[in-house]
């Protein structure tokens, strides 16, 4: 076995090491493409590596075919790897074109001894250190050379383009871009005749690519895109992303977070983050908790949960990240779901046992001043009637209706809620006698002048009111009870009557 054999071996060996720590480095996260770049280069340099001991046409010929099951997906995998790394992976049908041109050649090499199509004629070469089969390619050939330049052409472009934008992209895109340089130095020199009694020198060309490669996978983390995905990850995240210094000044925000403020998408680098948001404070012991209230621009509001984490060293803060989750939705579910237990869902006011709660909280208050407050009880007149002649969608018209004349008629701190069936009850915080039964009155002389229309059908109907004043220190319970009474007092005299219940 002489030099050029074991230089081709050592390269092989090197090739295959490299496959098995980039199958056992790849992570979740990174380019299969670029695990099988070695496997490809550790066959082809093997079949270099046989058919160097090659002493028949045939078995020189078996190694080519070795050959061309490896060396013409190599342009393919490394742009595959190079798009995976700038997150541009193409969709599977164009990954299948892609490879097809290198599955024909495979195809028409193994089958060249019966269509003679690939090569004119094929010999083998066998000098003084090592054998070697010499082809004579037919146009056919040229063409699916061209194939793989035009493949690392769209490399080097793509490369270019894309890689170096992003400081963190830009020495792994050029180590590699180095390492794929020196095969194809060698394989120019060998299709255009220039290497030395047209021998084929490229798998030599593969020992400098390893070497580069072999340091961006020990020393850069090449194509483990976890790192990448992180900033991916952090750039096109759902939340707000904000990040500052110890001392809060602004360093980076992610795309969302310059999109809901504008002001971080300018050149405001280290600048105090309190006064590109006036939303924070100086310190980072003074920054919101729980939750921030902010006008969108169609002017409602948006909810954002506040997020703060330190960034430490060691024992040492550096920084802050401080992320603002959108809670939108979750706080109008919440909410709707707050006004479904508060309210009735027919009205659109106080179901009973909220209207009980508020009573009792402003009872309570109002024995702590010398204002009194009043409790109404409303009750429709007659209300079945309306159900059995009309019908119960007609009904729950007529209930609906007399809650928006009550909502007009009462000022806006008024409590008023329905109690059940056609009942409703108000409680009227400071206010004298005279204005209370002058309150009712204008409630009943207002809904019995109001004409009520169901289809064709056109109605009134009445109410009758019982009301009664707090004392000092009276439960909401004993104060229910005597506007129970005046308003049975109210039914009992004819409805369509405020009693007021001295």
């Not at 992570?27 to 160097?52: D, R």
């Not at 106080?350 to 109002?366: D, K, M, P, Q, V």
């Amino acid at each position: 076995m002489n030099i050029y054999s074991i230089l081709l071996l050592l390269i092989a060996i090197t090739a295959f090491i490299m496959f098995v720590v980039s199958v056992q480095k790849r992570g979740a996260y990174s380019s299969p493409f670029f695990t099988y770049v070695f496997l490809a280069i550790t066959i082809y340099v093997a079949a270099f590596f046989f058919e160097s001991f090659a002493t028949s046409i045939d078995y020189g010929y078996a190694c080519v075919m070795m050959k061309y099951f490896s060396i013409q997906y190599i342009a393919p995998l490394v742009f595959l790897t190079i798009l995976d790394y700038l997150k541009r992976r193409p969709s599977t049908s164009i990954i299948v074109l892609l490879f097809l041109p290198a599955v024909a050649m495979t195809v028409l090499v193994a089958t060249w001894p019966l269509n003679g199509i690939y090569y004119e004629n094929v010999s083998l070469y066998i000098g003084e250190y090592f054998s070697q089969v010499q082809v004579k390619p037919s146009s056919l050939y040229y063409y699916f050379i061209a194939y793989q330049y035009i493949v690392y052409a769209l490399t080097f472009i793509v490369s270019f383009v894309f890689g170096f934008k992003n400081p963190a992209r830009r020495k792994n895109t050029l180590v590699v871009l180095l390492a794929i340089s020196f095969p194809i130095s060698f394989n120019v020199l060998y299709v255009l005749g220039l290497t030395p009694e047209n021998l084929d020198l490229t798998p030599y060309g593969m020992l400098g690519a390893l070497i580069l490669l072999g340091y961006s996978i020990s020393s850069l983390g090449a194509f483990d895109i976890l790192p990448l995905a992180r900033e991916v990850f952090l750039e096109y995240m759902d939340d707000l992303l904000i990040v500052t210094n110890k001392n809060l000044l602004f360093i980076y925000a992610n795309s969302v977070a310059k999109k809901k403020f504008p002001v971080l998408a300018g050149d405001c680098q280290e600048v105090p983050l309190y006064t590109l948001l006036p939303i924070f404070d100086t310190s980072p012991e003074s920054l919101p908790l729980s939750e921030i209230e902010l006008k969108r621009d169609g002017g409602d509001t948006m909810y954002l949960q506040f997020i703060q984490r330190s960034v430490m060293i060691g024992s040492k803060i550096v920084g802050n990240c401080i992320i603002l989750h959108d809670i939108t939705n979750e706080k109008s579910i919440i909410q709707k779901l707050q006004k479904r237990a508060d309210y009735d869902g027919l009205t659109q006011i106080y179901n009973r046992a909220t209207f009980e709660a508020l009573a009792i909280e402003a009872l309570s208050a109002g024995n702590n001043s010398h204002f009194h407050s009043s409790l109404f009880l409303i009750d429709i007149d007659h209300f079945k009637k309306v159900n059995d002649t009309y019908g119960h969608a007609c009904g729950d018209m007529v209930l609906k209706r007399v809650a928006d004349i009550l909502r007009d008629l009462l000022r806006r701190d008024d409590i008023f809620g329905r109690l059940g069936g056609e009942e409703f009850g108000i409680i009227i915080e400071n206010i004298e006698k005279s204005d209370t039964f002058r309150l009712a009155e204008k409630i009943r002389t207002v809904i019995a002048g109001t004409i009520l229309q169901y289809y064709d059908q056109s109605f009134s109907i009445t109410v009758s009111i019982g009301i009664k004043l707090s004392s000092p220190g009276q439960s909401y319970e004993s104060l229910f009870k005597q506007a129970d009474t005046a308003l049975y007092s109210a039914k009992k005299n004819g409805r369509n009557l405020t009693v007021l219940l001295e």
